[in-house]
């Protein structure tokens, strides 16, 4: 949720390894530009999530193919076709947003389907403080009662408990709110020379210790539960949210 965490990294390497996994993704990319999702495997879609919303492409005629067997669709936040239901347009078996938070700090009616938030930070004061002011206005936008929480560019293994514990402690105590950690990825060289190469860290060193990680992480997610359907009481300031598989 705050800038330069390499979010869009885990994102497009969470949805590599789940392919690897012999998973069908569909991952909707709300960024535009040279570090959106598109340009980062430099493939260009027939179209985009507000196309096949409104039935102008089919979802097999408007994605675009990574060479790793990711599909990938632009979804602009704000575009037409935002509030369109992800489980009725795509068949496959998961699909993952790269969120764009608007101005107010509040996902998309697109990314607000999601069964989960995934927080993504690195362990500096200052990504904790952006991360901690991320969750606290998802909250209060989304009446979001649970989010999962990643650390990135992590030294060792007691730095990262120490943030996750901080974080969980905080979120619980002033917005009654549960912060699960979802896990962590390590600092790795391997990470800037897969982007170099326009790929995921997972297809170019597979057995890197991020590639490691983000495999654990993707098997992990596969067992994370489908929240109940039943949309949130919302306020005129609030989203209600949905899910998809």
Not at 84 to 109: T, Y
Request: proline residues 4%; hydrophobic residues 50%; neutral net charge.
């Amino acid at each position: 949720c705050s800038a330069d965490v390499g979010s869009t990294s885990v994102v497009q390497n969470l949805a590599a390894a789940l392919v690897q996994q012999g998973k069908q993704v569909l991952l909707l990319d709300e960024h535009t530009g040279p570090r959106s999702i598109c340009a980062l495997w430099k493939i260009a879609p027939a179209g985009s999530w507000a196309d096949v919303a409104a039935s102008r492409l089919s979802l097999d005629s408007a994605v675009g193919l990574a060479a790793c067997g990711v599909q990938v669709l632009p979804a602009v936040h704000g575009a037409h076709g935002g509030d369109a239901e992800v489980r009725a347009l795509f068949q496959g078996q998961v699909a993952i947003i790269d969120a764009a938070l608007d101005d107010n700090g509040a996902l998309s009616p697109l990314a607000a389907q999601a069964d989960d938030v995934l927080v993504v930070l690195r362990p500096q004061p200052a990504s904790i403080t952006a991360a901690y002011a991320c969750i606290k206005r998802l909250h209060y936008a989304h009446a979001l009662q649970q989010s999962r929480i990643l650390v990135t560019n992590a030294g060792n293994a007691a730095e990262v408990q120490r943030v996750l514990a901080n974080l969980t402690a905080a979120t619980g105590r002033f917005l009654a709110l549960g912060a699960i950690p979802a896990g962590c990825v390590a600092a790795d060289a391997s990470l800037p020379s897969a982007q170099q190469l326009h790929m995921s860290v997972v297809e170019a060193f597979p057995a890197s210790s991020a590639a490691v990680s983000f495999s654990r992480m993707a098997n992990d997610l596969l067992k994370w539960p489908w929240r109940a359907r039943d949309s949130i009481s919302a306020s005129p300031s609030t989203a209600a949210a949905r899910q998809f598989g």
